[in-house]
């Protein structure tokens, strides 16, 4: 059990790939926090699963690109689970929708730097007075943030290519603390994300440009947040780590 005794909170953990990742530091012992925001059916399903796992778990509503709702998450995760966070997984995030740079208003470019970039400053930054040396933070990116990002995706891109830059910052910040920090670069992965926003024909296209010929799954990506959120990955810190396939190579 590698994180017996651990606290993690997940972020966007209640559906996809934040569904996964609680389940899969469940699995291994940790007690979970599962943020969700506009779902709870969602979130008490995976509480659920989480305790049919034989873990603790509580489910906390909020948005976190706003900043009470950040800061109550954190509270409420000390008021459950004691004073000590071990693991925070900052998942929120998306593209949202695809808007060509003519399209763009002020308030889209906003919203897009706030789901992806802000939440995962704002929660990083309430995490971190709860962290003991040994805890861990992995961040989201996406190959995205490597290759620029598809038609009107530019904004999702940007602010991916800004956790990156965020992911290596804290990395020295905090580091000093025996704190780790890394981040994730996914490619095209099986979930409602590629549902929404690409088309059946184009991922079958790509699936055979693709070195390993398929999609990702929920399960890949929760395998390697638990490597970054354990004692494995003990001297690995600053590191943007591209799981996709080998589609793109840095």
Known sequence: MKLEGKVAVVTGGARDLGRAISLKLASEGAKVVINYFDNPEDAQETLKMVQELGSEGIIVQGDMTNEADAKRLFAETVKAFGNEIHVLANVVGGLV???????????????????????????????????????????????????????????????????MTFTRSM????????????????????????????????????????????????GDIADLVLFLACADSDYLTGTNIDINGGMFFS
Request: glycine share 10%; net charge positive; charged share 25%.
């Open 97 to 163: 929708g695809r808007k060509l740079i003519t399209e763009q208003d002020e308030a889209w470019y906003n919203f897009l730097m706030d789901v992806n970039m802000k939440s995962c400053w704002l929660c990083t930054r309430e995490a971190v007075p709860f962290m003991p040396a040994g805890s861990a933070i992995v961040n989201f990116s996406s190959l995205a943030a490597r290759d620029g990002g598809g038609p009107g995706a530019s904004l999702y891109a940007t602010a991916k290519g800004a956790v």
């Open 171 to 218: 990395a020295k910040e905090l580091g000093p603390q025996g704190i780790r920090v890394n981040a994730l670069a996914p490619g095209t992965i099986a979930t409602s994300f590629h549902d929404r926003f690409n088309t059946p024909e184009n991922r079958e296209r790509m699936k055979g440009v693709y070195p390993l010929r398929r999609e990702g799954d929920a």
